[in-house]
């Protein structure tokens, strides 16, 4: 039996990481611009109202920074946008405080850690900044968590032939689960999909799922050692063999995505 392709096009892009603060910044990385000498701070989103801004944590600010500039390189309304937000791990500080508190002897927890320390944290923060009625998923597949959501995505976006943001995002590991996974740089990816019918210019992106013993990610073109670490630590930062490939005129990539299986990706602009 033949795979079913999903089909979709990619409207509208936005990233962020330690040494590029805009999807322009990064491709200019991916095709061989030298590196910024001075690394940036975390990310001050001017979506979310300053008060609840000085409280969210870093995971949060990069999610939502990423996600208004890919709505803004689509031009589109934010909160018409189903969405989907995923992390390798999540807010591993907060996990990490919430554990060392509970397993002291004065158990009382911060009610705003507490609060932010939910998986979905950073997709309620869009949304109600955005005033988003809309669906909203959060998913953590780990090392997998990119070629998941991508699939997730697009099967929404094809079944219910609306419009999608996909924002991939995750902050530097607590030092306890560095043995686990030792990134230590941030990184955040957003893109705004429409179905393959809208009336629209934009990459032509088509996922199909096939049977294969086993799948690597693909290598990275770009020669820059700061990405080459990047990509092969951060698990959002999976998606950077995507990004890659949409700035080429054909491409196909294929992303590991459960035993057994494999997520391929044509790119075509």
Not at 134 to 149: D, F, I, K, R, W
Request: net charge negative; proline share 7%; glycine share 6%.
């Amino acid at each position: 039996m033949q795979a079913k392709e999903l089909k979709c096009k990619v409207a509208g892009v936005g990233a962020w990481g330690s040494y590029f603060e805009n999807w322009l910044a990064l491709r200019a990385l991916l095709d061989g611009a030298p590196l910024p000498e001075d690394k940036l701070k975390g990310p001050k989103p001017g979506i979310i109202p300053a008060n609840e801004r000085r409280r969210a944590p870093l995971p949060v600010r990069l999610a939502v920074e990423s996600s208004w500039q890919a709505t803004q390189d689509a031009d589109v309304e934010p909160n018409t946008l189903t969405c989907v937000f995923v992390s390798g791990l999540g807010d591993t500080d907060l996990t990490d405080y919430m554990c060392k508190t509970l397993a002291s002897e004065h158990k009382e927890l911060s009610p705003t850690k507490f609060h932010n320390s939910v998986h979905n944290a950073p997709a309620g923060y869009w949304t109600i900044s955005t005033g988003t009625m809309s669906a909203a998923n959060s998913v953590a597949g780990y090392q997998e968590s990119v070629s998941l959501t991508l699939l997730e995505a697009m099967i929404q976006c094809e079944t219910e032939q609306k419009p999608m943001l996909l924002t991939f995002y995750d902050a530097p590991v607590a030092e306890i689960l560095q043995p686990v996974l030792p990134n230590q740089e941030t990184f955040a990816f957003s893109l705004v999909v429409f179905p393959e019918s809208a009336e629209m210019n934009g990459t032509l992106l088509t996922a199909k799922v096939e049977q294969r013993e086993q799948t690597n990610w693909p290598v990275l073109n770009s020669s820059c050692d700061y990405l080459g670490k990047l990509y092969a630590e951060n698990p959002a930062a999976k998606v950077l063999c995507l990004a890659e490939s949409l700035s080429l005129p054909e491409s196909e990539i294929a992303m590991p995505l459960s035993v057994g299986t494999a997520l391929i990706l044509s790119c075509e602009n």
